[in-house]
């Protein structure tokens, strides 16, 4: 087969099958308005969760970064580790309890790099099945042995952890804190007791807790911190900068020596750019609002419980969410995809998520929140769901 009609192929079964993907072009990030085809819309859809992504004193970082060089001009290990990415590092460490922070290019990076430097072949890695795809993606590429088990079912954890046990490798479990499209938190508490019971290391990636939640102490820490968790219960911990942070890059946080151990083996951080100064000055700055700006977080959860009432007095198909992504199941691509179409015509932006990214027969509508929205924003999504659903509904008729 050429590789031409290889690639036809191959589209044409993901159009055929209502699967086929293409980005949108935006002129500027959602603040949260953002312009398309010459209209404004207002996005559900990103993970700018706090506004950090608009914020003055950020973008102010930003600029001020770019004068260190517009590139790190070479991976860290070579000349690309800069003063504002060691003091982006201690930063991190700080806000998250622990002894070290390591910083990547991006939570792709960072999960796989992490994965295939800890466990190998031999090992086991044990993942929930809705983890997000890097780990899934680290977890193949590491050659460990790699088991799953049903979606924060700890008992379904408890049986895989027997298997692994008797393997005679480590054994290494790898979750989300916050699932990514469903928004849902792990349980943590008994994720980790399991741990410490059958010896297996926990790494949790905290893309979406990360400055957004945490415990009175760390109160950016993420998920881990406010299930009361540290570093001897979580020794893995894994947060990205392009949501909460509103930037772009991650970093695992923990020991010196598990720090000083990734700087050695984690081909994503050794063999790459280091992340650009602008960006790490913009996620130092970043960091720094958040924790000189509670009332962020305070206006975040203020928008979530006001949209979970009043989706829930629409009788919307809410989720078990407590987190800033809030999805409504709708079950078929179709409907997914003409419920997003109907928003946008009345100038709302939301994910529409379909398999891959989620199990076949589990495609929604993906809602996300952020302090940057305003209640008569998220009231005028609400309105404009109800009427969107009712249409499509009457046009299924
Ligand atoms: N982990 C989770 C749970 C995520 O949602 C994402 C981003 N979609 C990542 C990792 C990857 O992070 P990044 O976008 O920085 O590559």
Not at 112 to 129: E, F, I, N, Q
Not at 168 to 175: D, F, I, K, R
Not at 338 to 354: P, T
Request: glycine letters at 10%; charged letters at 20%; proline letters at 4%.
């Amino acid at each position: 087969m050429t590789l031409s009609a290889m690639l036809r192929a191959r589209l044409d079964e993901r159009r055929a099958r209502g699967l086929y993907r293409e980005p949108r072009t935006f002129a500027a990030a959602p603040m949260p308005q953002v312009q398309l085809a010459g209209r404004e819309l207002i996005a559900f859809s990103s993970n700018d969760y706090l506004g950090l992504a608009r914020h003055p004193r950020v973008i102010a970082a930003q600029q001020a970064g770019a004068a260190l060089g517009a590139g790190a001009t070479a991976s860290h290990l070579v000349n690309g580790h800069l003063q504002v990415h060691a003091e982006l590092e201690r930063k991190l460490a700080e806000v998250t309890g622990r002894e070290a922070a390591l910083v990547f290019s991006s939570g792709y990076m960072a999960n796989v790099g992490t994965l295939c430097a800890l466990v190998g072949r031999g090992d086991t890695v044990v993942s929930d099945k809705l983890n997000h795809a890097s780990l899934i993606d680290g977890a193949r590429l590491c050659g460990a042995a790699s088991l799953r088990f049903g979606h924060s079912d700890p008992a379904a954890l408890e049986r895989q952890l027997q298997r692994a046990h008797g393997s005679g490798g480590n054994t290494l479990v790898a979750v989300d804190g916050v699932y990514s499209m469903d928004g849902d938190c792990a349980p943590l508490a008994q994720i980790a007791d399991l741990c410490r019971r059958y010896d297996a290391w926990l790494m949790v990636d905290e893309a979406h807790g990360f400055g957004g939640m945490g415990s009175n102490e760390l109160p950016l820490a993420g998920s881990a911190a406010a299930a009361g968790l540290g570093q001897a219960e979580v020794p893995v911990l894994m947060g990205t900068l392009g949501k909460a942070a509103g930037n772009a890059g991650a970093f695992v946080a923990g020991s010196r020596e598990l720090i000083d151990f990734l700087v050695q083996f984690a081909r994503p951080y050794i063999y790459t750019t280091g992340m650009p100064p602008a960006v790490a000055a913009g996620c130092l700055a970043a960091v720094e609002v958040m924790q000189d700006e509670p009332q962020l977080r305070a206006q975040l959860q203020r928008n979530i419980a006001l949209f979970r009432r009043r989706a829930a007095a629409l009788a919307l198909p809410l989720a078990e969410s407590a987190s800033a992504i809030q999805p409504l199941l709708l079950g078929d691509e179709q409907r997914v995809m003409a419920v997003a179409a109907e928003l946008q015509a009345r100038g709302f932006l939301v994910g529409a998520i379909r398999p891959p990214t989620v199990p076949a027969g589990t495609a929604r509508l993906r809602i996300t929140l952020s302090a940057a929205h305003s209640e008569g924003q998220i009231e005028g999504l609400l309105a404009a769901l109800a009427e969107s659903l009712r249409s499509v509904a009457e046009v299924a008729r």
